[in-house]
């Protein structure tokens, strides 16, 4: 079986029964800017020479067989800087936000998402998804990612102006997240085009170690559901990655249409796969902290660890409970991903 297939079968498995095959999927979450340091390349060098880019995934992705390959994944501080907002390339890894796009929540009404079309960096992360996609797309699943409606918000306009806004400017907020959802929309939608077939929406500002319950159906719930609707007309699988402790909201992931929950390690595998009930699939949630200060033995451990409490259910996807730390040695991120399609896991 392709990789490729494997992830399709965890997609549309509809069980959480164990999985009769040999071997389970797993895939990075992300893990873009790591394939670049393991290539001696930046972020911004890749941006700036995208030609660089799809080599260094696809030599990287030879070497680890993920099943999914995330071209133009974990970049997405670059929409605050489209939009006015400052950021800081790290010499090594993602990029900072120095300051956000937005003094006054109104100024959202002025976006023109054309922009994001516009911009070279964002022409350069479409480039490297086709080339990827047509250099190994029939053998592995391609997908790219962005930050949800309610984490853009935080980056456009300031986590804390948004975490009082919930209490005192609730319809400035509401504004806000229709316009960060046009935003997240108008990022993914053509990445489709050319060639991610799963896209990865991230909102760990959105973790109930840091908003309710209650605000997460307000004001995080209805704004990915219009995303992913948006998303799924053309043709995309979707994925939802929260960090931190979201065992209050996972049940509420197949109402938001989300076809993959990621779940880090926070969340407990068998309660989620509970409450998920086969409806769709469940991914996590090694510690990316462990791949990056663990031994091999340690890793191996964890990964089957993790296929245990998931039940090894078909609809089960062994991934990293985020993306992970571009330090993490190569020889590791092999180990743990090598767990799933060959240890012989028997779930208790």
Same mark, same amino acid.
């Given at each position: 079986?392709? @990789?490729?297939?494997?992830?399709?079968?965890?997609?549309? #498995?509809?069980?959480?029964?164990?999985?009769?095959?040999?071997?389970?999927?797993?895939?990075?979450?992300?893990?873009?800017?790591?394939?670049?340091?393991?290539?001696?390349?930046?972020?911004?060098?890749?941006?700036? %020479? @995208?030609?660089?880019?799809?080599? +260094?995934?696809?030599?990287?992705?030879?070497?680890?067989?993920?099943?999914? $390959?995330? @071209?133009?994944?974990?970049?997405?501080?670059?929409?605050?800087?489209?939009?006015?907002?400052?950021? %800081?390339?790290?010499?090594?890894?993602?990029?900072?936000?120095?300051?956000?796009?937005?003094?006054?929540?109104?100024?959202?009404?002025?976006? *023109?998402?054309? +922009?994001?079309?516009?911009?070279?960096?964002?022409?350069?992360?479409?480039?490297?998804?086709?080339?990827?996609?047509?250099?190994?797309?029939? &053998?592995?699943?391609?997908?790219?990612?962005?930050?949800?409606?309610?984490?853009?918000?935080?980056?456009?306009?300031? $986590?804390?102006?948004?975490?009082?806004?919930?209490?005192?400017?609730?319809?400035?907020?509401?504004?806000?997240?229709?316009?960060?959802?046009?935003?997240?929309? #108008?990022?993914?939608?053509?990445?489709?085009?050319?060639? #991610?077939?799963?896209?990865?929406?991230? &909102?760990?500002?959105?973790?109930?170690?840091?908003?309710?319950?209650?605000?997460?159906?307000?004001?995080?719930?209805?704004?990915?559901?219009?995303?992913?609707?948006?998303?799924?007309?053309?043709?995309?699988?979707?994925?939802?990655?929260?960090?931190?402790?979201?065992?209050?909201?996972?049940?509420?992931?197949?109402?938001?249409? $989300?076809?993959?929950?990621?779940?880090?390690?926070?969340?407990?595998?068998?309660?989620?796969?509970?409450?998920? +009930?086969?409806?769709?699939?469940?991914?996590?949630?090694?510690?990316?902290?462990?791949?990056?200060?663990?031994?091999?033995?340690?890793?191996?451990?964890?990964?089957?660890?993790?296929?245990?409490?998931?039940?090894?259910?078909?609809?089960?996807?062994?991934?990293?409970?985020?993306?992970?730390?571009?330090?993490?040695?190569? *020889?590791?991120?092999?180990?743990?991903?090598?767990? +799933?399609?060959?240890?012989?896991?028997?779930?208790?």
């Amino acid at each position: 079986m392709l @990789p490729k297939d494997r992830i399709l079968h965890a997609l549309h #498995a509809k069980t959480n029964k164990p999985s009769a095959q040999s071997g389970i999927s797993s895939a990075l979450l992300s893990g873009g800017t790591w394939a670049f340091r393991q290539q001696g390349l930046s972020l911004q060098e890749v941006l700036e %020479k @995208p030609e660089l880019g799809a080599p +260094a995934l696809i030599a990287i992705n030879q070497l680890v067989k993920s099943d999914i $390959v995330w @071209p133009g994944s974990g970049y997405h501080n670059l929409l605050v800087h489209i939009f006015g907002g400052k950021i %800081k390339f790290r010499p090594q890894g993602n990029i900072d936000v120095i300051e956000p796009a937005f003094a006054q929540v109104t100024e959202a009404d002025k976006i *023109d998402v054309s +922009a994001i079309n516009r911009h070279e960096w964002i022409r350069a992360i479409r480039l490297m998804i086709s080339q990827v996609n047509k250099q190994i797309g029939n &053998e592995y699943l391609i997908g790219t990612s962005s930050w949800g409606p309610f984490t853009l918000a935080g980056q456009f306009y300031g $986590v804390e102006k948004l975490m009082s806004g919930l209490y005192k400017d609730k319809a400035g907020i509401h504004a806000l997240l229709e316009a960060m959802t046009a935003v997240c929309i #108008a990022y993914l939608a053509p990445a489709i085009e050319s060639g #991610a077939r799963i896209l990865s929406i991230a &909102e760990p500002t959105a973790s109930g170690d840091l908003i309710s319950l209650n605000h997460f159906e307000e004001f995080v719930a209805p704004y990915i559901k219009k995303a992913n609707e948006e998303l799924k007309k053309r043709g995309a699988y979707t994925t939802l990655h929260i960090c931190g402790n979201i065992r209050d909201r996972v049940h509420l992931a197949p109402d938001m249409l $989300v076809d993959l929950l990621s779940v880090d390690y926070k969340v407990d595998l068998a309660l989620a796969q509970l409450q998920l +009930a086969g409806k769709i699939a469940l991914a996590g949630n090694v510690n990316p902290v462990l791949l990056k200060d663990g031994n091999i033995e340690e890793i191996v451990q964890a990964a089957k660890q993790s296929i245990v409490e998931a039940g090894r259910g078909e609809n089960y996807i062994l991934m990293p409970g985020c993306d992970i730390p571009p330090s993490v040695p190569l *020889d590791n991120v092999a180990a743990f991903l090598k767990v +799933a399609r060959e240890a012989d896991v028997k779930a208790s």
